[in-house]
């Protein structure tokens, strides 16, 4: 069935620099659209959200892109810091199954000091 | 802290039993929303719940089940338990199914032994 993929399962970086998440989905109908962030032992945070009416949205040191052409989905992270650390999940609602959210498999950051 | 409670933190059990997780989502919240994410994996859709009513079903195993309450708490019952269930069962809720992010607990970890 139809599911929001991850491009890259692990992504490092150096303190400072900026961080690249992508991720494609293949569900048309979803038409919005959740990052979350997931530090060790906790539950899945919201980040930044965008709706299919927009392609850019941007968030304190964060922003996603959305290009619905090619169905993909990226989250930016401006000067990546160590709190950055986590797994990054995009999430799209599925508006043709209840408004259902479902979650791609997740990136994890590493930021190296 | 996202005002959704999850009990009992964390769980140990035995092949062949059966366990009821439960979940008190945010305050005014209609949507319960139950996840399972084994380890190192990403978050799989059981099912979800709103204002009482079983509103989209994924994954779920036919072991599994699921209520939403009238108080609008919710509990997960795992029953024959096998040692492929040990995970972090996550539960979210929302204001209404589509209505924008969703608030995580911080899950209830099963361990099947």
């Known amino acids: 069935g139809e599911s929001v993929g991850l491009h890259l399962p692990t992504l490092s970086v150096q303190e400072g620099d900026n961080s690249i998440i992508n991720c494609a989905y293949s569900n048309s109908a979803s038409d919005y659209f959740i990052w979350y962030k997931q530090e060790s032992g906790k539950g899945p945070q919201f980040i930044i959200d965008?709706?299919?009416?927009?392609d850019k949205r941007q968030g304190q040191r964060v922003t996603v892109l959305l290009n619905k052409t090619v169905k993909h989905l990226s989250l930016q992270i401006a000067a990546t810091q160590p709190g950055d650390s986590a797994v990054y999940f995009c999430a799209e609602n599925m508006r043709d199954n209840n408004n259902d959210m479902r979650f791609g498999a997740g990136t994890r950051l590493t930021v190296k000091p | 802290d996202s005002g959704v409670t999850q009990t009992p933190k964390h769980l140990i059990t035995a092949t062949g039993q059966r366990v009821t997780l439960r979940c008190s989502p945010r305050s005014g919240d209609l949507s319960v929303y139950w996840y399972q994410q084994s380890l190192d994996q990403g978050l799989q859709f059981l099912i979800q719940y709103y204002n009482g009513e079983e509103r989209a079903k994924g994954n779920i195993l036919e072991r599994f089940s699921a209520q939403q309450f009238p108080d609008l708490h919710s509990e997960l019952n795992l029953s024959s338990l096998e040692l492929g269930d040990s995970a972090l069962y996550f539960c979210a809720s929302s204001p209404t199914p589509g209505s924008g992010e969703l608030f995580f607990g911080e899950g209830s970890r099963l361990t099947v032994l």
């Open positions: 965008i709706r299919s009416n927009m």
